[in-house]
C-alpha cells in the first residue's frame, strides 16, 4: 500500500461516523470513545497533529494498536 493511499483512508475515516471497531462515532474523531481512550496516552495525543505533522502515521499506528487489542481481547 502506497502513503497516499493510506493519507486517503485516514481522511475518509476521519469523516466517517463509523469507528474501526464498528461502533457509532463522532466525525472529525479519528476513533470511537471507547477505542480512543484505551489507546496509550502517546498515541491518544498524536491524533490531535495535524495531517502536514504525521496524522497520518499516528493514525495507523493507533488503528494497529487497536486492531491487536481486539484480537488479544477475542483470544482471551
Ligand atoms: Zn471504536
Redesign the pocket.
Known amino acids: 500500500m502506497s502513503d497516499h493511499s493510506l493519507e486517503t483512508e485516514a481522511w475518509d475515516q476521519l469523516f466517517s461516523t463509523q469507528?474501526?471497531?464498528g461502533?457509532t462515532?463522532v466525525k472529525k474523531q479519528s476513533?470511537?470513545r471507547?477505542?480512543y481512550f484505551s489507546l496509550p496516552r502517546e498515541l491518544q495525543q498524536a491524533l490531535y497533529r495535524s495531517f502536514s505533522e504525521g496524522y497520518v502515521e499516528a493514525w495507523s499506528e493507533a488503528r494497529d494498536y487497536l486492531k491487536e487489542e481486539r484480537t488479544a481481547r477475542s483470544h482471551r
Open positions: 469507528c474501526e471497531c461502533s462515532k476513533f470511537c471507547r477505542c
